[in-house]
């Protein structure tokens, strides 16, 4: 694990300049080394300030976003895909003049709950913008990774296996994954299974329960992620994520369908996620000490 982070909406829902730099120093505060922020418009927040900010407090950044429907690049349509590639190569240049370094989330389609099939003619236009806006993101010194989500947020990447395919067929180098507990729980057969088999394809990786609450109350075996992640030997960012209509806007709690708080106080829930994880971090390491004695 390089970085340990926390998603911003634990602190606030994003819409301001002000809550943003609150939640920077929220971050700072817990002892958290990254933040990720939502998709970030130029014209709406001083990018620099938050740089400025960031820097100062020594918490690094990333950028996660869903395109909408109207800019979905696994559409057909020649003017929604085109709509599609100019919103990800603006994120590609926040993230940079931000200071940020990395853009990641549900870059390869609308972040909905589809009422079709994919296509192959849409796979193919995603691959193809995907590997497009990874050659601006590798000029900007931003990585790119993209987030495989559960079946009711996007139709294209549910799996690891399918996120593999689709990064192979971008033709990048510069493409990586975006995994995310509280995904693999709903898709994958064997969510550590499906962390080696991403190996150093594995970009990001995001820490979630499987009810987006405290960490530990939900059904996820943690003992066998932590495992698999030093398996794969993975030594990039690990993000805790949970969701709050206390704190986030309509827009997210429904796409997210977020329909129940699982908590109201984001101070606990901060402390008890950086306890959890390196706890179970820690717990792995010496489990893999133990079994490699003689």
């Known amino acids: ?8 909406f634990v602190w606030t829902g994003g819409q ?6 609150m939640a920077l120093r929220k971050s700072a505060e817990h002892g958290y080394r990254t933040i990720e922020f939502a ?7 001083d990018l620099g300030r938050l740089a400025k900010l960031a820097q100062s407090l020594d918490v690094e950044i ?23 590639k100019t919103m990800l190569a603006d994120a590609v240049r926040a993230v940079r003049d931000i200071g940020g370094n990395k853009l990641g989330g549900i870059l390869y389609s609308a972040h909905t709950k589809y009422n079709r099939q994919p ?7 995603s691959a193809a913008a995907i590997a497009e806006t990874a050659e601006l993101a590798k000029s900007c010194g931003v990585d790119l990774v993209l987030e495989v989500v559960n079946r009711f947020e996007t139709n294209l ?3 690891t296996a399918q996120g593999l395919k689709f990064i192979g ?3 990048s180098d510069h493409v990586r994954l975006h995994l995310d507990t509280f995904h693999m729980n709903i898709e994958e057969a064997n969510p550590a299974a499906a962390i080696r088999l991403a190996g150093d394809k594995l970009g990001y990786f995001h820490i979630g329960e499987s009810n987006r609450g405290f960490l530990g109350d939900g059904v996820i075996n943690f003992d066998l992620i932590f495992d698999a ?3 794969i030997d993975y030594k990039r960012d690990v993000v805790f994520e949970s969701f709050s209509t206390t704190v986030v806007d309509e827009g997210l709690s429904l796409a997210c369908a977020i329909w129940r708080d699982t908590w109201t106080d984001n101070d606990p829930l901060a402390a008890h996620a950086r306890k959890f994880i390196e706890l179970k971090m820690d717990e792995a390491k010496r489990r893999r000490a133990t079994s490699a004695r003689p």
């Open 1 to 8: 694990m390089r970085r340990l982070g926390i998603h911003s």
């Open 16 to 21: 301001t300049q002000d809550g943003l730099e």
């Open 39 to 45: 998709y970030l418009r130029p014209e709406k927040f």
């Open 62 to 84: 990333g950028v996660t976003m869903g395109l909408p429907l109207d800019r979905d690049v696994s559409s057909e349509d020649p003017g929604v895909v085109a709509a599609g």
């Open 119 to 125: 296509t192959k003619r849409g796979w193919d236009n």
């Open 157 to 159: 990447l549910n799996t």
């Open 169 to 171: 067929d971008t033709g």
């Open 229 to 231: 992640l030093l398996d």
